[in-house]
């Protein structure tokens, strides 16, 4: 998989283009959801994650964050998740909680179409003004000696 990376990464810089993550679409916690130990410390386990892709990709990485579900997940650990979910955005500083409350679903536990639509639509209006770091300025530090990967801009 590395080495299609690459060959990825190479044929997109050699046709002047550059990738680069505009945010992180997080959709996550229902099987945490049924395990106290893993709703308990979903909270720390999300920090601890997105610090490291801070780390890795820029300190104003964007994340989109999908709420557990409340209609479908009803396990005991549900909303020990949702308030999880809810105190990382309120403190991580750019993100944001794609509300799910009203969220319908079409074999009781997957999105129906129209939901999906407003999910994306969410995430889009969220990130579509956000400049993110091209991927020149990380892309070395995700995957450690790729020497191979050195972006030439095209003039």
């Known amino acids: 998989m590395a080495a299609q990376i690459s060959t990825d990464l190479m044929d997109l810089f050699t046709n002047g283009r550059e990738p680069f993550i505009k945010s992180f679409v997080w959709v996550h ?40 579900n409340p209609n479908t997940y009803t396990g005991t650990n549900r909303d020990t998740i949702r308030t999880a979910q809810h105190n990382f955005v309120a403190n991580y500083g750019n993100a944001n909680i794609i509300e799910t409350d009203d969220a319908t679903v079409m074999d009781g536990q997957h999105y129906d179409s129209a939901t999906l639509v407003r999910i994306a639509e969410e995430i889009y209006n969220n990130v579509k003004y956000f400049e993110p770091p091209l991927a020149s300025s990380y892309l070395n530090k995700i995957f450690p000696g790729y020497t191979k990967i050195v972006y030439i801009p095209h003039n």
Do not use: M, P, R
């Open 29 to 68: 916690g229902e099987l945490d959801s049924g395990n106290t130990t893993y709703a308990d410390a979903y909270y720390s386990n999300l920090v601890a994650f997105f610090n490291k892709w801070k780390t890795l990709i820029s300190d104003s990485l964007n994340i989109q964050i999908t709420e557990l």
